[in-house]
Antibody, heavy 118, light 107 residues
Framework: QVQLQESGPRLVKPSETLSLTCTVSGDSINDYYWSWIRQPAGKGLEWIGRIYTSGNTNYNPSLKSRVTISVDTSKNQFSLKLNSVTAADTAVYYC????????????WGQGTLVTVSS | DIQMTQSPSSLSASVGDRVTITCRSSQSITTFLNWYQHKPGKAPNLLIYAASNLQSGVPSRFGGSGSGTDFTLTISSLQPEDFATYYCQQSYTTPYTFGQGTKLEIK
């Protein structure tokens, strides 16, 4: 059974960088696309971006100037960095796997609440 | 970006009811449409992929249909564990986008 677990600081100061890591267990990270998705309180789901295990990335244009997603296949992990954060970036952040066919999110992490506050 | 619009935004129903949620995309996405169930504090759970394919382990009372721009999720007989928020999501092109959600509540 594939499992994903987000980790990283839960509190980030305004203008600083939000950093999260997703650790994948139960299967190799190789040969899949992996994504970050977030949900601000009381709002819907927003796709942040995806990375293939070759390192190829695609980002949501709304966040592209501030986002970097990277992968470390040796550790079966991928990571998110979001810089110059504001209170609007406060959200539950999920990592998820994209299935090879049809690009649906078939496995998700439990999510982690990151709060941007001084 | 492709806009996804769900209706209704909220719905009250009783155990045993048949429920239908609709999702409309701002342009054709063929059958690249997925449905998720989301409960507070939990990860979203994939129900239906590619418009009509039931994800392994999901009860058969869940069904999906549609193509092009109009899609539906049907729950044939509501069970207590089905009260949650449901999201559609297009995977036709990036940026992937979700509907605003339909909150299914107990009547």
């Amino acid at each position: 059974q594939v499992q994903l677990q987000e980790s990283g600081p839960r509190l980030v100061k305004p203008s600083e960088t939000l950093s999260l890591t997703c650790t994948v267990s139960g299967d190799s990270i190789n040969d899949y696309y992996w994504s970050w998705i977030r949900q601000p309180a009381g709002k819907g789901l927003e796709w942040i971006g995806r990375i293939y295990t070759s390192g190829n990335t695609n980002y949501n244009p709304s966040l592209k100037s501030r986002v970097t997603i990277s992968v470390d296949t040796s550790k079966n992990q991928f990571s998110l960095k979001l810089n110059s954060v504001t209170a609007a970036d406060t959200a539950v952040y999920y990592c998820a796997r994209l299935a090879r066919n049809d690009w649906h999110f078939d496995y998700w992490g439990q999510g982690t609440l990151v709060t941007v506050s001084s | 970006d492709i806009q996804m619009t769900q209706s209704p935004s909220s719905l009250s129903a009783s155990v045993g009811d048949r429920v239908t949620i609709t999702c409309r995309s701002s342009q054709s996405i063929t059958t690249f449409l997925n449905w998720y169930q989301h409960k507070p504090g939990k990860a979203p759970n994939l129900l239906i992929y590619a418009a009509s394919n039931l994800q392994s382990g999901v009860p058969s009372r869940f069904g999906g249909s549609g193509s092009g721009t109009d899609f539906t999720l049907t729950i044939s007989s509501l069970q207590p564990e089905d009260f949650a928020t449901y999201y559609c999501q297009q995977s036709y092109t990036t940026p992937y986008t979700f509907g605003q959600g339909t909150k299914l509540e107990i009547k």
